[in-house]
């Protein structure tokens, strides 16, 4: 099974209470290796698959942004007063466009805290390309990446300041260079930083 060391996840669990019951949202398809990993901790975690729902295979350009948090919400599918400690984005920004995003992070937004983490694997900038891969975790620094099956869906390539800017209460607070033109961020909820021009790779 290919493993890609992160420099970046160690710092997710750092910040965590590990003796406490945590909460954690993966946003990709289940991979054994995560459930493994986190059958170690006292532990919620939701698989989310976003990337299969028919909205987002064959989005629809007339969809409001009402609409479009409506589902998200739906996907999600959170208990009204679930806080989410961390959130697996993986690769899922790069196959969104920019509604969606803002979508995504408004129906979001109930759930997270001063305290959520965030991890994101995107492109090292607008003009590379994207591997066809499906993550998992199997350490607090190593992760799965198997290859996608089926199709690979339309990809946004965002640079890391324009991805920033549409991440609204969550902010890119490191980043570092993977292999095959990609990069991983750190994202930590900040509702009060100027995001205007920062970078960090």
Avoid at 100 to 105: D, G, N, P, W, Y
């Amino acid at each position: 099974m290919p493993v890609l060391q992160s420099n970046l996840l160690p710092a997710v669990f750092k910040r965590l209470d590990l003796e406490n019951r945590i909460v954690v949202l993966d946003m990709g398809h289940a991979a054994s290796s995560t459930v493994s990993f986190f059958n170690h901790f006292k532990c919620r975690l939701s698989f989310v698959d976003i990337y299969s729902e028919q909205f987002i295979v064959c989005p629809d350009s007339d969809s409001s942004h009402e609409e479009l948090v409506a589902q998200m919400a739906k996907s999600l599918n959170l208990d009204t007063n679930i806080k989410v400690d961390i959130c697996l984005f993986w690769d899922l920004f790069n196959y969104l466009n920019d509604a969606m995003i803002k979508a995504l992070m408004e129906a979001l937004e109930p759930h997270i805290n001063h305290s959520t983490s965030g991890y994101v694997i995107g492109t090292r900038d607008s003009r590379n390309q994207l591997p066809f891969c499906r993550y998992g975790i199997v350490d607090k620094s190593s992760l799965t990446e198997n290859k996608g099956s089926g199709t690979q869906g339309a990809i946004y390539p965002r640079s890391q300041r324009d991805l920033n800017k549409l991440i609204d209460y969550f902010e890119i607070d490191s980043g570092r260079l993977l292999s095959e033109g990609r990069a991983e961020y750190l994202l930590f909820e900040n509702r009060d930083s100027d995001k205007s021009d920062k970078s960090i790779i």
